[in-house]
């Protein structure tokens, strides 16, 4: 706990450690909201691997190259949590940019909005590898941006 969260432990003149559990509610709170989005990421993902109209499209040979079994006009991008979370070396970051979509990117926030780091994000089902050296411990917000538009935010900590 305190290398991940230094800030709620206390360590009293006797050298015992203490935990502020009133003040890790909010950590709580956000890991549950973040195991919502990605329940949520894993059902809309599954609804595309399972849906009829993917059955018709292999049937039909409308696939290209495993784009989730979508035609391009009914494409949509998504970005999903990072994994590990939290992290201390690297994380994996997974995402899809449709085939027509341009100028796509994952840009990385610090918690005020800073923005801190672009990657070029690819088409098709990828996956970005971040490394704990490009920043230091704390949390961040993560968002796939296509053309100027946001598509989505998550949020990954770093830990020491």
């Given at each position: 706990?305190?290398e991940?969260y230094?800030q709620?432990?206390?360590?009293n003149?006797?050298g015992?450690?203490?935990?502020?559990?009133?003040?890790?509610?909010?950590v709580l709170?956000?890991?549950i909201?973040?195991?919502?989005?990605?329940i949520?990421?894993?059902k809309?993902e599954?609804?595309?691997?399972?849906?009829g109209?993917?059955?018709?499209?292999?049937?039909s040979?409308?696939i290209e190259?495993?784009?989730?079994?979508?035609?391009?006009?009914d494409?949509?991008?998504?970005?999903?949590?990072?994994r590990?979370?939290?992290?201390n070396?690297?994380?994996?970051?997974?995402?899809?940019?449709c085939?027509q979509d341009?100028?796509?990117q994952?840009?990385?926030f610090?918690?005020t909005g800073?923005?801190?780091?672009?990657y070029q994000?690819?088409?098709?089902k990828?996956?970005l590898?971040i490394?704990?050296?490009?920043f230091?411990p704390?949390?961040?917000y993560?968002s796939?941006v296509i053309?100027?538009n946001?598509i989505?935010?998550?949020?990954?900590?770093?830990?020491?």
């Amino acid at each position: 706990m305190q290398e991940v969260y230094p800030q709620l432990v206390f360590e009293n003149e006797g050298g015992l450690l203490s935990v502020n559990y009133i003040g890790l509610i909010p950590v709580l709170v956000e890991a549950i909201k973040e195991l919502e989005l990605q329940i949520s990421d894993l059902k809309t993902e599954l609804e595309y691997c399972c849906s009829g109209e993917t059955n018709d499209n292999l049937k039909s040979g409308q696939i290209e190259g495993g784009n989730l079994g979508q035609e391009q006009t009914d494409c949509q991008s998504y970005l999903s949590q990072n994994r590990p979370n939290p992290f201390n070396t690297e994380t994996i970051i997974d995402y899809y940019v449709c085939e027509q979509d341009y100028n796509a990117q994952i840009m990385v926030f610090d918690m005020t909005g800073k923005l801190l780091k672009t990657y070029q994000a690819q088409p098709g089902k990828q996956n970005l590898i971040i490394n704990s050296g490009d920043f230091t411990p704390g949390m961040y917000y993560y968002s796939l941006v296509i053309a100027g538009n946001e598509i989505e935010t998550k949020k990954m900590i770093l830990s020491k």
